[in-house]
């Protein structure tokens, strides 16, 4: 076979046959080059090595500025510019075997990965989205935050309850001094009853506006008609339950949740 140096390529590619044979300037495929805009055609640039990945890393997108890669465990020694993601499902001895998408999604990455069990998981990675949280010491956290380890070890943590929940507030509940009492829409806090009157003392029948400041008391305001509310016979005084709770203090009750 005659060898015949290809120097234009202006037709591009035409698998057409005509009487006289191919046109000289066309393609019948092109395989790691391209044409420039005069014509001529140049190899394909090769590509450079960038980093060279720990074993046990799988897939790879760009993500928040950085290439994101995923793995079943974590990993220390991730170059500079990359970031990761540990996966997990309910089998602990499946290893991560690939991934079919990997792209973020309405803020966050959304993963399908594949497991050596033949599980194929679906992972939306809420807590890699938006402006991270990162720990700090002495912060109060509210109950299902999202929170990022300073040093980074591919999970991320919600702050979820520590220790039993208190009785969540009611209208005509008998209240004694010590019992603890959420409000009935959570706000991070529990409120400790630190003054009842009344035998039995008796929650109102409006919820109260529950302190969340530093020192603060809540008193609640008590009326007749929580009498009505109880099974005891005994009449409501008038005199509402005083809750410590809130912002700070030495009468703040921390809020009850652990980052785990």
């Known amino acids: 076979m005659v060898a015949v140096a290809l120097t234009s390529g202006r037709i591009g590619i035409n698998r057409m046959r005509v009487k006289g044979g ?50 079943d465990q974590h990993m220390d020694n991730l170059p500079l510019g990359y970031s990761m993601s540990v996966l997990t499902q309910p089998n602990k ?4 075997k690939r991934l079919h998408f990997a792209e973020p999604f309405l803020g966050f990455p959304y993963v399908v990965a594949e497991w050596d069990d033949g599980v194929i998981a679906h992972y939306w990675l809420e807590g890699e989205g938006g ?53 009935t829409a959570a706000n991070g806090y529990k409120y400790e009853a630190v003054e009842v009157y009344g035998n039995p003392a008796r929650t109102g029948s409006q919820e109260p506006a529950w302190a969340t400041d530093t020192d603060a008391v809540t008193i ?30 030495n009468r703040e009750q921390s809020p009850p949740v652990s980052i785990a």
């Not at 305001?221 to 099974?231: G, H, I, L, V």
Request: aromatic share 8%; hydrophobic share 30%.
């Open 22 to 71: 191919a046109n000289p300037e066309s393609l019948y495929d092109a395989v790691n080059c391209y044409v420039t805009a005069s014509g001529s055609v140049r190899p394909r640039p090769g590509t450079v090595t960038d980093a060279t990945l720990p074993p046990g890393t799988i897939g790879l997108m760009t993500y928040r500025g950085k290439l994101h890669v995923f793995s």
């Open 93 to 96: 001895e499946a290893k991560l």
């Open 131 to 183: 402006e991270l949280e990162y720990w700090q010491p002495s912060k109060v956290y509210r109950l299902g935050q999202v929170v990022h380890p300073t040093t980074p070890t591919g999970y991320v943590y919600r702050a979820t309850r520590l220790g039993e929940p208190g009785r969540v507030w009611a209208p005509g509940m008998d209240v004694q001094q010590g019992d603890v009492v959420e409000p």
């Open 220 to 249: 609640e305001e008590a009326d007749a008609a929580a009498a009505s509310t109880s099974n005891h016979s005994s009449p409501a005084t008038g005199v509402p339950p005083r809750y410590a709770g809130g912002g700070g203090g």
